[in-house]
């Protein structure tokens, strides 16, 4: 593939500024500034009918006249103008803009009018916006600040990407003042046109960018905004502040679940799910930056620190307890170690006090023994300046002893004038400095957090991982003839059906519109009972005295169902009719009563929720939650966020719980809200778990009409699609799988690309390639099915190596198209394997709505050639190149 698309908004040859002014006050005055001050080495071409020369340079009446097309347009002028400007651009051949002007979407009906103006006139001309209403973009390395911020920004490693201005100004302010350099600064705006996940598509493979900050207010495309944080968050940290809150979308809800979890936690959920670590102010988006920007990897969250003052060690210890970081055991080796070292006085325990009088020499010391301590993944250091120590030595000291270890040593030189040369040293080094203790205790959780993110962003389930099969048809008839007869909440017989068909354990159920039903009910299934009443619009049963427990007879069950009935028949004389449930009576002595269910967020839709249950859940507020689908992995994550992960282990004289019978539960609860977009919200409470299994004892489900066909478009995060896979037989009579490629493919394909031939590889990558690189390997394997897909063709058979092809397509800007790339192990040729997998990648893009299938391939690939040929794509000259032909094949066809 060629650049980005989006590359002429960061590395433009020529920009033309229109709405540039002398007007000190305006907003065209400091673009133009801006630009000239960041020295860039392009064309430079103001635009305004009023004036000959702005700024030393000649200006120009309209685009029209600009000497050269320019590569980027900036557009700061009042926005009923702007539509006029944007179809000069399409005259002009232009593709890229920035639109500056506000006073668009966010001013109401006209304003909307106007924006939409604008859009439908940069797709007809093929532009793309950055805009409006933005600050602009800025690129020290290129010479590029198209923005009206003040001052110049210094060249660095991190991209910044904003959806505010306001915002961006004031983390540049910061980051001048801590001498912090960026290599993007990206504000979005409105995002009328390109929004975040494509920004980040860029980043991902920006060279200059080794790490990512973002300021999000708001979501438009959900699954377009994880894809892309994603995308980035496999090959570098991406930090995130995220502020304000949408609307719950959940306060009216009917259910326990709804009415607890609300859009933030749920947002949680998804930005661990994609590998991203969450911060909360600009403060801590640095202090995080600074450690992940470091390659710094942790395998746990304990963390030693080392420190010549009680104070700051205790106040680290509340710190580290605060935000969930273990304080380190040290080993016997490491105390004997530390007790030949240091003073017979020192703490002889973590935090490692070495006492005010602590030389240079003894800081290496004990940082050497706990950084060779494998009960430890991180060290803090800290000095306070007293009387005996010399600061700038002990800093040398630190960052020397960093260098023989891979683990992170941070350090927290608390104080003013005295540390000032030692804080200098961190600031040239791999050693992360923080001004306070605790500072540092959070970046050191912000590297904890990413880790246990990125095993997260690693896992691809299926719908139903390793599950029974479910009645997926069955549960949807169910739920299709509420519906119909004008119902979204199901009753709790329903409800219970449905999470049958998903073989989550349910107890019996029985109906009953009469004492007498009621009591021969009872007598079947044997006593104790349980009476609810079964009315679908009463969410909460026992708040309105409509369940009755622990009933052993016929007479208390015949009593308590009048009383009941003619209780609910006083206080809503509208109901005719009030059918009651009957129940056995659960008893388990060591059961626990605990909560699941799902909300949809309005923005990432379905959310599985699990945490202790019962009458009092809402006051307990103790839930976790996830988004669908999950793993066990993902559920055991889930689970031990809460108080409930202690409730369910060895308690009082309680024995465990069976664990794998509750981790069903909730794989299964994440199936059935993949498998049926119609459920809304689903409540089990209680829950109740034991040592020999678990039981639903109350269901509420409600429901509403679904009409998208594509297959898991309710869901923000596409799961594996393991229905892609199919199996084969070559004409040698082995026997083949292809199948979506998986995370744990990334030996399989980088021992594949290995044993390609030269020339193959050549033909592949269109490059001198011998090994795939770390970063080349998670892309190639850790990818996105929304808008992506990758088959490998693979055998058990011992005859042929177990990778015998793979092929890829990567879907384009336009939505219409996908470019495709294949290869074939060498020893596998003409076998149909290459056939194979191109059938299945151009049968998967067609079905995801692709109009085009394409690809480059070289002149001299000549079986790629005939193998496309035979498939019936056209083959096209490029203009300008002579060594690659573009290949096409019309999917509509």
């Known amino acids: 593939m060629g650049p980005h698309y989006l590359s002429q908004f960061f590395t433009p040859k020529s920009v033309a500024i229109v709405g540039a002014s002398e007007r000190k006050d305006s907003v065209g005055y400091r673009l133009l500034l801006n630009m000239q001050e960041a020295d860039f080495k392009g064309g430079l071409y103001p635009v305004n009918h009023k004036r000959e020369t702005l700024l030393g340079l000649k200006a120009y009446p309209d685009l029209i006249a600009v000497p050269e097309d320019p590569d980027l347009v900036v557009i700061a002028i009042p926005a009923p103008s702007v539509p006029e400007i944007v179809r000069q651009c399409g005259e002009k051949g232009v593709s890229a803009i920035i639109i500056i002007t506000a006073g668009f979407a966010e001013l109401g009906a006209e304003g909307h009018r106007l924006q939409q103006e604008i859009l439908d ?44 201005g306001a915002i961006c100004t004031a983390i ?115 202090s995080a930056a600074r450690v992940l920007a470091n390659n710094y990897e942790v395998a746990d969250d304990r963390l030693a620190i080392i420190t010549n003052a009680g104070g700051p060690g205790v106040m ?37 006090d070495i006492l005010g009088d602590a030389t240079s020499e003894r800081y290496r010391k004990a940082l050497e023994i706990c950084l060779s301590d494998n009960n430890i993944d991180g060290v803090l250091v800290i000095l306070t300046p007293q009387a005996m120590t010399d600061p700038t030595r002990v800093a040398q000291c630190i960052i020397d002893g960093a260098k023989i270890s891979k683990k992170p040593v941070l350090a927290s030189w608390t104080g003013g ?71 979204q909440v199901l009753t709790a017989r329903q409800s219970k059906a ?165 981790v069903d539960v909730l794989l299964n609860i994440s199936a059935l809200v993949s498998e049926l977009p119609e459920i809304l919200e689903l409540d089990i409470n209680p829950l109740i778990v034991d040592e020999y299994g678990v039981i639903a004892v109350d269901a509420r489900i409600k429901a509403q009409l679904f009409t998208q066909l594509t297959p898991y478009s309710h869901m923000a995060i596409h799961p594996y699609p393991s229905e892609l896979t199919r199996h084969y037989q070559l004409s040698n009579g082995v026997n083949i799988t292809i199948r979506p490629i998986r995370p744990e493919d990334a030996v399989l394909e980088k021992d ?93 893009a067609k079905a995801k709505g692709m109009s085009f299938f394409e690809g480059e391939v070289l002149v001299i690939n000549k079986p790629m050639l005939s193998l496309v040929k035979k498939l019936g794509f056209s083959i096209e000259n490029i203009a300008g190149e002579n060594e690659v032909v573009r290949v096409v094949k019309d999917l509509r066809q």
């Not at 390395?141 to 911020?149: D, E, K, Q, V």
């Not at 509340?318 to 935000?323: F, L, P, Q, S, T």
């Not at 605790?438 to 997260?456: G, H, M, P, R, T």
Request: hydrophobic fraction near 45%; include cysteine; charged fraction near 20%.
């Open 121 to 164: 006139i940069a797709h007809r001309y093929n532009i793309r916006i950055l805009g409006p209403n933005c600050l602009g973009i800025i690129r020290p390395s290129g010479h590029l600040n198209a923005t009206f911020a003040d001052g110049p920004v210094k060249d660095g490693n991190l991209a910044l990407l904003s959806q505010s």
């Open 172 to 286: 540049l302010d910061w980051a001048k003042s801590q001498d912090i350099g960026f290599s993007s600064v990206v504000s979005m705006g409105g995002a009328a046109d390109i929004d975040f996940g494509e920004v980040l598509d860029f980043l991902a493979t920006d060279s200059k960018t080794t790490g990512i900050l973002m300021y999000v207010e708001g979501i438009r495309d959900a699954r377009r905004f994880l894809s892309g944080l994603k995308a980035a968050a496999r090959l570098k940290p991406v930090i995130l502040i995220k502020a304000g809150r949408h609307e719950n979308g959940s306060k009216a809800a009917m259910s326990h679940t709804g009415a607890m979890v609300g859009g933030d936690n749920v947002y949680n959920a998804a930005i661990e799910r994609v590998g991203v670590v969450r911060v909360y102010s600009i403060t801590e988006l640095f």
């Open 316 to 352: 680290s210890t509340d710190r580290a307890e605060d935000v969930g970081v273990k304080m380190a055991v040290l080993s016997p080796d490491s105390i004997a170690a530390l007790n030949a070292v240091l003073p017979p006085q020192w703490s002889h325990a973590n935090p490692v």
């Open 417 to 487: 004038a005295k540390v000032q040369e030692g804080r200098k040293l961190f600031a040239n080094s791999k050693v992360a400095h923080f001004s306070t203790p605790e500072a540092a205790v959070d970046a050191f959780s912000f590297l904890a957090n990413y880790a246990q993110n990125q095993i997260l962003l690693r896992q691809i389930p299926s719908p139903a991982e390793e599950l029974a099969t479910p009645d997926v048809e069955g549960a949807r008839l169910i739920i299709e003839r509420v519906l119909a007869e004008g119902r």
């Open 498 to 662: 449905i999470l049958a068909a998903f073989h989550i354990p349910i107890n019996q159920t029985v109906r009953a519109s009469t004492a007498k039903e009621a009591m021969i009910a009872a007598e079947t299934m044997g006593f104790p009972v349980v009476l609810k009443i079964d009315i679908a619009e009463f969410s909460h049963k026992s708040d309105i005295g409509g369940v009755r427990v622990n009933i052993n007879s016929v007479q208390e069950v015949s009593r308590n169902f009048v009383e009941m009935e003619a209780a609910i028949k006083q206080k809503h004389p509208e109901i005719t009719e009030v059918g009651i449930t009957i129940e056995p009576m659960i008893r388990s002595p060591g059961g626990r009563e605990l909560m699941t269910g799902v909300v949809r967020d309005p923005v990432f839709g379905p959310a599985v929720s699990f945490g202790l249950g019962g009458t009092m859940v809402e006051i307990l507020q103790d839930h976790a939650v996830a988004l669908p689908p999950l793993n066990a992995y993902m559920v055991e994550k889930m689970i031990a966020k809460t108080k409930a992960a202690k409730y369910i282990g060895p308690f009082r004289q309680l024995p465990p719980v069976n664990k794998k019978a509750l």
């Open 752 to 844: 594949f690309v290995h044993r390609l031939s030269e020339h193959s590889k050549y033909f592949r990558f269109m490059q001198a390639l011998q090994e795939l690189t770390p970063g080349m390997v998670v892309r190639f394997t850790q990818i996105d099915y929304d808008r992506e897909m990758a088959f490998v063709a693979i055998t058990e058979d011992e005859r042929m190596p177990n990778e015998l092809g793979v092929g890829r397509y990567l879907m384009s800007p336009d939505g219409r198209s996908v470019e495709f790339a294949l290869v074939v192990a060498d020893d596998c040729q003409c076998l149909g394997i290459g056939t194979r997998l191109m059938k299945a990648l151009m049968q998967t």
